[in-house]
Every structure is written in C-alpha cells, then in structure tokens.
C-alpha cells in the first residue's frame, strides 16, 4: 500500500556531510509522520529525526545540531541533512512512514559510513 524509496547514502570522512532523500507512494494520506531510523550492526534500531506534516521535528540527542530533516509534502517526500557526521553515525539508515489506515511502512535502507 506504501511503498518508501532512500537514496543518498554512502562512504563520508568524519566531520563530512550527506543528504539522505526518501520518496513515499501509494496511498499517502495528508496527516502523516515521517522519519528516519538507523540500525548499527549489533544494535537495535533507533529513532533519528522525525517531522509530522504540520512540519514538527523531534530528533535524537545525539544527532540534535548536527543532523536536519524537512519534508516537501507535494511530493510526499522526506529529507536528512547531516553535517559533522562521526564514525558513530555508520550505520543503515531506514525512512518510516506512520499514518491512520495503513500503519507503520519502512524502506528498504541505505547505508551510511562515515570512516577516515
């Protein structure tokens, strides 16, 4: 019913920069949640940043001042701006959408290295 598509990981050096873009489809409903999540290896997976459609952010402290993330509604998109990513910051990251009717949807992940 929704699909989420993320692009824009890869392999960053400390103190570097990426944008991470994830477009939803399907049946997407103007009231809705979006966000992002990362699973490191060994660990569970974690709340990044999420943005309603009203446009409030809520962020995890350890991303809070480094890592952005906005929304463009008409395309039902998503977006992670993340500057002065540490090696901590390596992990697959996962574009959420949580709405009324069709619950909870993920995409499939991208990965994220931040190594010298």
């Known amino acids: 019913q929704v699909q989420l598509v993320e692009s824009g990981g890869g392999l960053v050096q400390p103190g570097g920069s990426l944008r991470l873009s994830c477009a939803a489809s399907g049946i997407i409903y103007s009231i809705n949640t979006m966000g992002w999540y990362r699973q490191a290896p060994g660990k569970q997976r974690e709340l990044v940043a999420v943005?309603?459609?009203?446009?409030?952010?809520n962020y995890a402290d350890s991303v809070k001042g480094r890592f952005t993330i906005s929304r463009d509604n008409a395309k039902d998109s998503v977006y992670l701006q993340m500057n002065s990513l540490k090696p901590e910051d390596t992990a697959v990251y996962y574009c959420?959408?949580?709405?009324?009717?069709?619950?909870?949807?993920w995409g499939q992940g991208t990965q994220v290295t931040v190594s010298p």
């Open positions: 943005i309603t459609s009203g446009g409030s952010t």
């Open positions: 959420n959408l949580n709405q009324q009717y069709t619950g909870t949807s």
